[in-house]
Structures are given as structure tokens and as C-alpha cells.
């Protein structure tokens, strides 16, 4: 709220009160506000500055309270000694008026409170990985390794079991030790590594394809580093990390904390590259010449251990499943809340699409989705930003999905690229996908980042919620000031799936209600408990709300969802133009 817009504000109240006359007997109100004068115009109070308007107004924001009690006593001096009418009215009125606004900040003073209070009770209950902790595999042969489930550009997956992943059951062997059983005649043998024939594979085992590197640990993962970014404490051994992994922008790159939406892995470690199931029809040409004469790849590379999702990629899942409109719309929100995690620790992502997001179903059968693959991510030390100086700075991975400011950007002298906000716009284009739509980035009449305009993308399908079509364009707003954070839409989502009602209570912005909703979420969730009845991917969901809520952020998404259904309404009237 501006100071000008504050004082508008202000006279428009107070002319409303003269005009209804809803006024307390003279003595009572001129006695409260002289005890408010008193009061505030003690030294030893002590008010935080509000973050609602700028700082150079701080004085403004302190006494606040204290000029509307001055301005109040004064227009009752007036009326005692005389003096025109309309300068008491306007000294009243002005009064009043700042009185309110001063009422105003400190309700969001007591929600601001609450909101840091309901923080601090779901952020001590960190995410809790689905695997037990192990003490090993820090070693290729602590593994066994079945067949290939997946491959990209620079890396092949495959199933993998441990005994930390698998326990081992009354009178039978683990599948370690059952393999290590076939094997133990073989173990001098060329060729790919036996594994059994139907075991259960809780891990999977990324490969990364080492060309040009070397064979070194150290170049190894100074090189590969950036896949290290979701790594947890215990990835790598002691000696492993204590080496200063130099990223591709020459900084050390930070570690993600644990999400359920980001991919955690739980072991990084260099081996001798070994002749896998499939690989010399699949990847031969960046297998070592020892297995491959013709192949030029490395002898070691880099392994990174990681949870199994069987279901696939979230490509996979869409191209044989339509998930209903409830299903699609946690799936977006899981995207943004994943996202959400990524911006608070600095680090952008820059490979946002399908294929990098696996997919698992909780136990009422709705999808959990996980951001993995984090190659070609920025985590420097200068946060969200980046330097570019010339064209051979790497913006990021998937340039169908780059958003319009880092596509149209020019190199020169002291250019920045903010990614703030770029990763939240390819959620945007990816939930045309999840509602069963062409992604229009993708298709052969598709659109471009660097120059589309909104009013060229297609409509979602009508059984799409209004306020998630509002979440959607706006993510793929071109200019990045009316674009939300990822948080801010989250929490769009959140207001429209589980406080509808609340929504349409509200009046003018105020927060009564909203305050109220957020008790009562708080308290639905912490009884709910972890475990019980319902969908897990939607207590996850809540409980990341919860820990992540911010006054602010509430202002805004509130201010979007309430005002922004205009912007909506213009937006899909250049749909139905000839």
C-alpha cells in the first residue's frame, strides 16, 4: 500500500463516518485518543517497520498511530474553540482516516506473527527420505545392477539393489548375497554383470558418459559437479568431500536440502565404466576402447545412486494416461512447490521439461512428481543470476522451454540474467502436457519464446478451473513484472483447491478470514497426521504451504486471484476474435 494511495484511503474512510455519523459522545473520544497520544508518544515503545510500504517511509510507519491521535484531538480542540467547518471536517476526516490505516498495519503486524509461528511448527519436521540410512555403497560391487531404464543425452539409468534397499527376509538371501552366490566362479569373466532374474530394484544407478574428462576422481568430479547438487551429506566419502568441486562457471556449487518433490541422491562415486546390460546396443560409441574399440569414452566415470521410480518419466505417464483435473492440478503444484525450493536455496534448474520429471503414485493412487537431472542447473555463489558477457555463456538446457528473458537476451558488458523467475515460466508451458494438451512450445506449428505474445497461446480445455487458467497465463506472461514467483502461484493453487470458500468471503483484501482459514488448515493438517487416511502427495502439499507461508506472498496471490480473473477474461477474448 502506497503513502499516497494510504491518505486516499484514509479521507475516503473518514468522510464515510462523518456522512453515516457514527461517532461516540465527544468526551469518551476525545478521551481515548488523548490516551492514545500518551501512549504511542512513549520513548520506550519499540514497533517494527512494516514491510508494506518503502523504507524511506519508516518515520511514517512508527508514528503513524501517534500522528492520526494528534490530528483526531486537534479537530475536537476546534470544535470547542470554533473554527470553520470544512477545515474540522477534513482534520477529522484525515484522522480517522489514518487511525484506520493505522488499525490496518497492525492486523498485518498479528497475521505477519502468525504466519512465522505456523512457520517455525512445520519446519522443524524436516522431510524424511523414503529409504532407510545405510553406512555403504561407496562402491560399484556393492551393487546389483539389472536393466536399462532410461537414458538421456549424457547419461544412462539402471535398476540397482543393495542391501541397504532391499532388506534381506527370513530364510533367504539377500540379493546380494543370492548374486554373489551365481558369480562367485565368474568373477574373472568378461562380460556384463549378472544380476537375478526377477528381483526387486529400489534403487536405480546413473551412469554419466564421460568424454574428454579423464580418468582421474578429482577432474571426474570437478567436471560432473553440478549433478551433485541434489546430493545429500552422505553422498560422498570424507576424502571425496573435502575435494573443492569447481562447477561450469568456476564456483563451488550448493547442495539442495531434502524435498518430495526433488530428487535426492544418496551415493556419487567414480568407477571403472563397466559393460552394463544393453550398453553395447544401446550407448557404444561412449563405452572405454577395453569394451568397446571403437567407443571414446573414459575408463571411470561417475555413478550417482538414486530411489527407483518404476512409473517412468512424467513424458511416459502422459503419452499413455490422462490424469482428471484434480490429479493435473496437484501435479502442477508439486512442480511449483519443487521450484519454489530451488529459488529459496539460489539455485535455477534451466532443464525444466517431461522427461526430467520421474513419477510415483502414494497409496490413494495420485501421482508424486520429482524434479531430477540437474546438469545443466546454476548454482553459483551469485544466486539467481547470471553474467553474460558472450554468446558462449551456457544459458541452460531445453531452449524450446527457455523463457523469453533468457532467450532474448544480449550478451554485453555488466548483463545479467535473472533466472528468478524462468524455471516457474516452463511450469507454465508444461501444464498444457499434464491437462492434456499439446505443450504449444513443442508442436510442429508451435510457438517460440523470444516471440510469441499471450494472446497467440491456446486455451486450456474448459474443464479446467478458471483460477488454474489464471495461474497458467500468468506464469507465461512475457514481462517478468507481472509474471508470480513460483510461490506466489503455489499459493494461488493452494488458496483455490482447499480455501474456495474463504476466497470468495473475502472483502477488500483484508486478512480476518484468510487468518482464520490458515488456523484451521494448520490444525487440520498436524491432526491429520503422517500416515493416515486420505492422499500423502496432498498432506505433502499442505505441510510445504504451511512452511513456506509469507504474509506478503498471501497479499499478492490473494490480490492476483481476486483481481486477475479481469486480466483472464481480456486474455480470452483474443481467442474468440476472428
Not at 499439446?438 to 519464446?449: A, H, I, R, T, V
Request: include cysteine; proline fraction near 6%; glycine fraction near 8%.
Amino acid at each position: 500500500m502506497s503513502v499516497k494511495h494510504a491518505l486516499s484511503r484514509g479521507l475516503e474512510l473518514g468522510r464515510s463516518l462523518i456522512q453515516l455519523g457514527l461517532f461516540k459522545p465527544a468526551g469518551r473520544v476525545a478521551a481515548k485518543f488523548r490516551g492514545e497520544r500518551l501512549r504511542v508518544s512513549r520513548p520506550t515503545r519499540t514497533v517494527q517497520p512494516q514491510t508494506f510500504l518503502p523504507g524511506r517511509y519508516r518515520f511514517f510507519r512508527l508514528s503513524l498511530s501517534g500522528l492520526a491521535a494528534q490530528l483526531q484531538s486537534g479537530t475536537f480542540r476546534r470544535v470547542v474553540g470554533g473554527g470553520a467547518p470544512r477545515n474540522r471536517a477534513v482534520f477529522l476526516a484525515f484522522g480517522v482516516g489514518l487511525g484506520l490505516i493505522e488499525q490496518q498495519l497492525e492486523e498485518d503486524r498479528t497475521s505477519a506473527a502468525l504466519c512465522q509461528e505456523i512457520q517455525a511448527v512445520f519446519r522443524k519436521k524436516k522431510f524424511q527420505t523414503p529409504l532407510k540410512p545405510f553406512t555403504s555403497g561407496y562402491k560399484l560391487e556393492d551393487y546389483v545392477i539389472g536393466k536399462q531404464i532410461g537414458k538421456g543425452c549424457n547419461a544412462a539409468v539402471h535398476e540397482a539393489a543393495a542391501p541397504f534397499g532391499a532388506p534381506v527376509e527370513s530364510g533367504k538371501y539377500s540379493l546380494v548375497e543370492r548374486n554373489q552366490k551365481e558369480t562367485d566362479d565368474d568373477n574373472k569373466k568378461a562380460g556384463p554383470l549378472r544380476f537375478p532374474a526377477t528381483p526387486s530394484f529400489p534403487l536405480a544407478i546413473k551412469m554419466m558418459w564421460n568424454i574428454g574428462a579423464g580418468s582421474s576422481s578429482d577432474a571426474i568430479l570437478r567436471s560432473m559437479s553440478m549433478e551433485l547438487v541434489p546430493a545429500c551429506p552422505q553422498a560422498l566419502t570424507k576424502e571425496q568431500g573435502e575435494i573443492a568441486l569447481d562447477g561450469h562457471f568456476g564456483t563451488v556449487p550448493k547442495r539442495l536440502t531434502a524435498h518430495p518433490n526433488v530428487i535426492t541422491v544418496y551415493r556419487a562415486f567414480t568407477a571403472e565404466v563397466p559393460l552394463l546390460p544393453g550398453a553395447q546396443e544401446e550407448y557404444p560409441d561412449v563405452l572405454p576402447a577395453r569394451l568397446n574399440p571403437q567407443g571414446l569414452g573414459s575408463n571411470r566415470t561417475l555413478f550417482l545412486v538414486m530411489k527407483n521410480y518404476p512409473c517412468g518419466t512424467l513424458r511416459q505417464y502422459l503419452e499413455v494416461c490422462v490424469p482428471n483435473r484434480m490429479q493435473a492440478s496437484l501435479m502442477l503444484l508439486q512442480l511449483l512447490e519443487g521450484v519454489d525450493h530451488l529459488c529459496k536455496q539460489g539455485i535455477a534448474h534451466r532443464d525444466l521439461k517431461s522427461d526430467n520429471v520421474l513419477l510415483e503414485f502414494d497409496r490413494a493412487g495420485c501421482p508424486r512428481l520429482v524434479i531430477t537431472d540437474f546438469g545443466c542447473c546454476l548454482a553459483e555463489n551469485l544466486g539467481l543470476k547470471l553474467p553474460f558477457n558472450s554468446w558462449w555463456v551456457n544459458r541452460g538446457g531445453n531452449t524450446c522451454l527457455m523463457a523469453p528473458e533468457v532467450a532474448t537476451a544480449v550478451p554485453g558488458p555488466g548483463v545479467m540474467i535473472d533466472y528468478s523467475k524462468a524455471d516457474a515460466w516452463a511450469i507454465g508451458a508444461i501444464a498444457y502436457e499434464l491437462f492434456g494438451q499439446p505443450n504449444p512450445f513443442y508442436s510442429s506449428q508451435g510457438l517460440e519464446g523470444r516471440t510469441y505474445q499471450e494472446k497467440q497461446l491456446p486455451p486450456l480445455p474448459a474443464a479446467v478451473p478458471e483460477d488454474v487458467q489464471l495461474v497458467v497465463k500468468l506464469l507465461l506472461c512475457r514481462n517478468t513484472c507481472k509474471r508470480p514467483s513460483a510461490r506466489v502461484a503455489a499459493n494461488m493453487l493452494h488458496i483455490s483447491l482447499w480455501g474456495k470458500r474463504v476466497l470468495a468471503s473475502l472483502n477488500q483484501a483484508r486478512m480476518d478470514e484468510l487468518t482464520d482459514w490458515l488456523l484451521c488448515q494448520t490444525a487440520v493438517v498436524l491432526l491429520k497426521g503422517r500416515g493416515s487416511g486420505g492422499s500423502s502427495v496432498e498432506a505433502e502439499l499442505q505441510r510445504c504451504f504451511l512452511a513456506n507461508i509469507d504474509l506478503e506472498d498471501l497479499h499478492t496471490a490473494v490480490s492476483f486471484l481476486m483481481y486477475g480473473q479481469e486480466q483472464l477474461k481480456s486474455l480470452l477474448a483474443h481467442y474468440t476474435e476472428p
